[in-house]
């Protein structure tokens, strides 16, 4: 009795090596797609401008050199984000600091004080730090998704996409991560959709 095709028994067969110009090209589209949230990312966490651009390049050179090893990946895009991320935190390190999320959610906050008259403008200021200083200490899954969903605005289908998770997932870190901040701000926990 021969095995099938399909069964577990299935023969390995090499896929043919990918042609150098297809790999440009195929980087290349990556890059252009995600490029624009990955500098808005490195920006929340580094700080400035700049050092996103540094980050953001850094990832880049190390995933094109490799590229044909990343497109074997289960996951293109959660393979890359991990390279993302350990460049941020290699970033973040040779310079000693932490992640720059809460000086972030204080320039958007003088922005918002700035650009509109709001009431209790102090407290809107020092609760969103406080915000931005809760959702830094979630663990590290529950804070990608919270960056992602809500800093970035992400929908969450593209946020597991991302992250190499389903959209279940997601739904259940948003909740767990919105326990999680209300319990520490001292604020009541609603149950939402999102």
């Known amino acids: 009795m021969n095995p099938s095709l399909d069964g577990p028994h299935r023969p390995h067969t090499r896929r ?5 110009e297809r790999l440009a090209l195929t980087f290349g589209a990556f890059h252009a797609y995600h490029r624009k949230l990955w500098m808005r990312f490195a920006h929340t966490q580094v700080g400035s401008r700049t050092g996103a ?9 190390r995933l094109r050199a490799d590229w044909a090893h990343v497109l074997l ?8 984000w991990l390279i993302l991320k350990e460049e941020v935190h290699r970033w973040l390190d040779a310079r000693g ?3 720059q999320v809460g000086d972030a959610a204080f320039q958007t ?14 407290r809107v200021i020092s609760q969103e730090i406080g915000l931005y200083a809760a959702i830094s200490s979630l663990p590290e899954r529950r804070y990608d998704v919270i ?19 389903d959209t279940a997932t997601v739904r259940s870190h948003v909740r ?6 209300a319990k520490e701000l001292h604020i009541p926990y609603q149950e939402t959709d999102n």
């Open 16 to 20: 043919p090596p990918v042609r150098p």
């Open 53 to 61: 651009e540094a980050v953001v390049d850094a990832a880049c050179a």
């Open 73 to 80: 990946q289960d996951s293109v895009p959660r393979y890359a």
């Open 97 to 99: 600091l932490p992640p």
């Open 109 to 122: 906050a003088l922005q918002k004080l700035l650009l509109h008259e709001m009431r209790d403008e102090l």
């Open 147 to 165: 960056v992602l969903r809500f800093l970035l605005g992400m929908p969450a289908d593209e946020v597991a996409e991302y992250l190499g998770i």
């Open 176 to 181: 767990h991560a919105r326990r999680s901040l």
